[in-house]
Each structure stands twice: as structure tokens, then as C-alpha cells.
């Protein structure tokens, strides 16, 4: 969720809170932990709550914004190393995995196997996020 969105969200519940104030509680939230970050193909962060066992790294459709939890344990071996190799402390990482999901899958509609995946511009003016999967 941006942080647009999010205060879209808090507005229409009638809770008074400025843009700027969600931005700030997002970053807060960020750097105590709290939330993940993501891009989405325009660049926007996009917020997720992070799990209470920690730090995830997601795997993400760049069709439809379906996403799901990965195994990434060797990442976070690889910067605890890179860390020590290297001398530096607090070291922070991002990766972002991006693909098709299988319902998006636009080889499986070459094979007659199901639906193609069509961008769809947000009619509400969200720069292209909105998306759908149809057949």
C-alpha cells in the first residue's frame, strides 16, 4: 500500500491526518522494523506490514501485484559475510524479485493454457498500477 492510498484510507474513516504525517510514521515504522518496503514499476514505495518473526523478501508479479513470502535465509547469509568481509557494521540490503504469476503467465496462454495478462491504466489516476489479469 502507498502511502497515498493509506491515507486515502484514514481521510475517508474520518480520522484528520496530513500526507505528511502518514509519511513520516511510514519511515518510522521502516526504520524501527515494522513495515517491508517494495517498489512498484513507477518507482513508488509501496508498505507492507512486516511479519512478527522478522525481515521477508517477497517475490512479486509485475502483472497483477500478487506477491508472496520467499525462503531467502541465503540472502541474509550473504550480507551477515559481505558485512564481516568488508569491515562495515549496520549493513542494510534490498532485493526485489519480480515475475509472473501463474494466473498472469502470459507463455501459458501461448500454450492455450489460461488467461494472458493485460495492463490496465488506473482509471483513477494512479500512474498505470491498477492492474488485471484477463483472459
Do not use: N
Not at 474520518?14 to 513495515?35: F, Q, W
Not at 507492507?48 to 512479486?60: I, M, N, T, W
Amino acid at each position: 500500500m502507498s502511502a497515498q492510498e493509506l491515507h486515502a484510507l484514514l481521510v475517508a474513516e474520518t480520522l484528520p491526518i496530513g500526507l505528511t504525517t502518514v509519511y513520516r510514521a511510514l519511515r518510522e515504522m521502516e526504520a524501527k522494523g515494522g513495515v517491508d518496503v517494495v517498489r512498484d514499476e513507477a518507482g513508488e514505495r509501496l508498505y507492507r506490514r512486516r511479519s512478527a518473526d522478522g525481515h521477508r523478501h517477497y517475490l512479486v508479479c509485475r502483472c497483477c501485484g500478487r506477491s508472496r513470502p520467499v525462503e531467502a535465509e541465503v540472502v541474509e547469509e550473504w550480507v551477515d559475510r559481505i558485512a564481516v568481509d568488508t569491515g562495515f557494521a549496520a549493513v542494510q540490503h534490498t532485493v526485489e524479485l519480480t515475475g509472473l504469476c501463474a494466473d498472469c503467465d502470459t507463455t501459458a496462454d501461448e500454450r492455450g493454457e489460461g488467461p494472458s495478462c493485460r495492463w490496465e491504466p488506473d482509471h483513477r489516476g494512479s500512474r498505470g498500477r491498477a492492474r488485471s489479469c484477463a483472459s
